[in-house]
Structure formats: C-alpha cells, structure tokens
Nanobody, 122 residues
Framework: QVQLVESGGGLVQAGGSLRLSCAGS????????MGWFRQAPGKEREFVAA????????YYADSVKGRFNISRDNAKNTVYLQMNSLKPEDTAVYYC???????????????WGQGTQVTVSS
C-alpha cells in the first residue's frame, strides 16, 4: 500500500506560480506511475498530468501543456507539479495518485492523497 500526502497549495494571483509536492510513505514509491488530478466545486475530477515510474514520458492534459511540469524524485519518494502562468480556471483541489500506468483515466489509479487547495485570483 502507498500513502500519499500533498502539500504546497495556496492562494496565488493569476500569472503566478506554485509547486505542489506529493510525498509517498513507502520505499516502493518508485514502483508506481504517478498522476495529478484536480477537482473544482461542482465539477468532475479531471486529469492534469502523469509520469512513469522512472520519471520519463511526462503526459499532460491539453489545458495545462506548456504551463505545468510534472517530475519525481524517487530518492525522496516525492512527485512534484510545478504550475506556472496560473489562471483562475486552475482553481481546484489537487490530488496526487499512484497506479500502474501513467494515463488520464482516474479509475486506473489505486492510491490517492487527500488533496491540497489551489486558488488562483484574477
């Protein structure tokens, strides 16, 4: 089992940046692909980005391409989401997830963090 804890959320003005972190508790963290999802009030949880267990082939939703960057440091059991040029529509609770495949389908991820709030003001 993998336990995940997100951090780094907060309030930022449009155009600003935040870096989210997701810390895994187990030494087998590196065995899993990692994904970031987000959910705004009244909306369905949506895919943001994913990365393989070795940290290559990052994959992004079209809405964040060129602005967000996913990376991981397996030595630290941590995955990151660097968010740049933030827009008000990026406002959501952001969740990290672990699964076998770095794909957009949230049903393929087995483990989820509790989420961290990101609010982007106009």
């Amino acid at each position: 089992q993998v336990q995940l804890v997100e951090s780094g959320g907060g309030l930022v003005q449009a155009g600003g940046s935040l870096r989210l972190s997701c810390a895994g508790s187990g030494r087998t963290f590196s065995d899993y692909a990692m994904g970031w999802f987000r959910q705004a009030p009244g909306k369905e949880r949506e895919f943001v980005a994913a990365i393989t267990w070795r940290g290559n082939s990052p994959y992004y939703a079209d809405s964040v391409k060129g602005r967000f960057n996913i990376s991981r440091d397996n030595a630290k059991n941590t995955v990151y989401l660097q968010m740049n040029s933030l827009k008000p529509e990026d406002t959501a609770v952001y969740y990290c997830a672990a699964g076998l495949l770095p794909i957009a389908n949230r049903q393929t991820y087995d483990y989820w963090g509790q989420g961290t709030q990101v609010t982007v003001s106009s």
